[in-house]
């Protein structure tokens, strides 16, 4: 199950993803706009900074922005940096697995196997959608479309 953290750090990340590439947002703008406690917002932030999928700058005119283009962020990389593997259980994760000690066999596991689909099916759709493929795109500016198209002609 998603956590909450997670599913807060999504929604800073697509607020920021939504931006034009040199825009800023500040961290009050994400939580008020996303109804995320700031506090909690903030630490989010700093872990994801951590991570380089945020960037920020100080001053007046501060903010965040994301570290990377949109299409290289993943939404499976989001939600291994907040909540660890996308496996439910230990032994089941590629990334971090763990035998569990109550199993005798675990090639013969049912539970494993189980939880090995469940979790290969969550990477499947997470570890191919970007932050670009799930923002919606803003629409262009009539004004600078028009420039854009005289200069052409």
Known sequence: MLSQKAKYALKALMALAAC?????LQAAEIAEQHNIPKKFLDLILLELRRHKLVDSRRGKKGGYLLGKPAETIMIGDIVR??????APIPCASVTAYRRC???????????????????DAAALILDHKSLAD??????AKKAKTARALRRVA
Not at 101 to 119: F, N, P, Q, S
């Open 20 to 24: 034009g590439d040199d825009e800023l």
């Open 81 to 86: 940096v907040i909540d660890g593997p996308l």
């Open 101 to 119: 000690a109550d199993c005798r066999d675990e090639r013969a596991c049912e539970v494993r196997r189980l939880m090995r689909e469940v979790r």
């Open 134 to 139: 799930v923002v919606p795109k803003r629409p």
